[in-house]
């Protein structure tokens, strides 16, 4: 069987970005990919400007602590002031320009206003650039801001606004259509017949899709048939970069995935040395859209919902991280605390579903069966434990969490 990194590497080996690209409104790019550099247009900031609320000065009037001097000027933020004159100061308000001639700013804290007078003593002896943010210290006009493959998230595109862009260059988004095998399966609101289930996988996977900015297409439950399944595989591959199901990839006879992916595309079907998820299924199906030549990428999934959701976050994400042109590897995982005990080390890596405890440490949760979706609903994420390693409670283990497998 192979390992995780393994399968992992051989997929990733296969990805590559899509090309295609379209400008949209920077509102618009949330979630999306950035398809190229992107440069400031202006300097932010525009001008040397204070941090501050207080008082412009020049260093030079200021030397000795209780220097009283007149505020012979007042600078509110978007106006600009004269320069500053020996001798006197500016009352500035924060985001205000630094006006010519001081080379510090003073908090009003650190101030003593005469009522009765234009002047304020300056009750501290100011360093020189004090409170003062440079023209250009964030952003420099025509500089790089955002390289490409950037996950645009909401601060990136505050960054994009700063640097007066209204549009950015995006990668288009991955095409993704899901189909599920199973005469077994039924849609939530229909009756269940005898030995029935309902299909948590739809819900599950296409929401995953959704979450990385996919756009998923479901094609629904397809009977456990081979002309079933190659239709669906048919239609998939027309308009899609990824084909992904769910079932179907053991070897029973009742599992068409693999001879109907194999007549129409390539395949490889492997074990990997995991649980949950141990069969995992890679291809590609040929389009059969006659005006498009190419194939679509396939990736089955196990049926059981936890070994799908699972083997989906290790496997087929990174992938589509790859597509988009993102970094495609897992997330950090951090050094917990068990606070449990799993003696019967399988010989296989296992992902144990776990929470975090209020004591800082990380509860098991009873049921770790491959069936048991509630596993992954009531935890917080994964503990990575290697093959052959049994957890004793005190012991550091690898954890991560799902919010960083999910986005």
């Not at 932010?44 to 204070?50: A, E, F, H, Y």
Request: glycine residues 10%; neutral net charge; charged residues 25%.
């Amino acid at each position: 069987m192979l390992t995780a990194q393994q399968a992992l590497d051989h997929l990733l080996s296969h990805a590559v970005a899509v090309k295609e690209s379209e400008k949209v409104n920077t509102q618009a790019a949330l979630g999306r990919v950035l398809a190229e550099d992107l440069k400031s247009l202006v300097d932010v900031p525009p001008l040397d400007n204070t941090s501050m609320d207080g008082y412009a000065v020049r260093c030079a009037d200021t030397a000795t602590p209780g220097q009283a001097l007149k505020i012979a000027q007042r600078i509110p933020a978007g106006s600009v002031g004269v320069l500053l004159e020996p001798g006197t100061v500016a009352r500035i308000f924060t985001g205000a320009p630094v006006p010519p001639g001081a080379d510090a700013v003073v908090m009003q804290e650190d101030c003593t206003v005469d009522g009765q007078s234009d002047q304020v003593t300056i009750n501290i002896a100011p360093t020189l650039g004090q409170w003062i943010r440079r023209r250009g210290e964030d952003l420099t006009a025509g500089k790089t801001c955002l390289v490409a493959g950037t996950f645009l998230r909401p601060q990136e595109l505050g960054m994009a606004a700063s640097a007066g862009q209204t549009h950015l260059n995006v990668k288009r988004r991955v095409k993704v259509a899901a189909f599920f095998t199973g005469d077994e399966l039924a849609l939530p609101g229909e009756p269940l017949k005898p030995g029935g289930i309902y299909n948590s996988n739809r819900d599950t996977l296409l929401a995953c899709l959704k979450s990385l900015g996919c756009d998923a297409t479901d094609l629904g439950i397809v009977p456990d048939r081979l002309d079933a399944t190659r239709e669906a595989l048919r239609k998939a591959s027309k308009d899609h970069d990824l084909i992904i199901t769910s079932g179907g990839v053991s070897v029973g006879e009742e599992d068409h995935i693999k001879p109907a992916v194999t007549v129409e595309g390539r395949l490889d079907l492997w074990q990997i040395a995991i649980k949950p998820g141990k069969p995992l299924a890679f291809g590609a199906v040929r389009k059969s859209n006659e005006s498009i030549d190419g194939e679509a990428w396939f990736i089955g999934l196990p049926g059981n919902p936890v070994s799908s959701f699972v083997t989906f976050l290790l496997f087929v994400r990174p992938f589509i991280l790859k597509l988009q042109g993102r970094e495609a590897k897992l997330p950090q995982s951090y050094l917990m605390r068990a606070d449990f005990d799993w003696l019967k080390a399988d010989r296989r890596n296992e992902f144990l579903r776990v929470k975090i405890n209020d004591q800082g440490g990380l509860d098991l949760f009873p049921n770790q069966s491959s069936g048991v979706l509630t596993s992954a609903s009531w935890g917080d994420g994964l503990v990575d434990c290697p093959p052959n390693q049994p957890i004793k409670a005190g012991d550091l283990v690898k954890y991560i969490p799902f919010d960083a497998l999910l986005k």
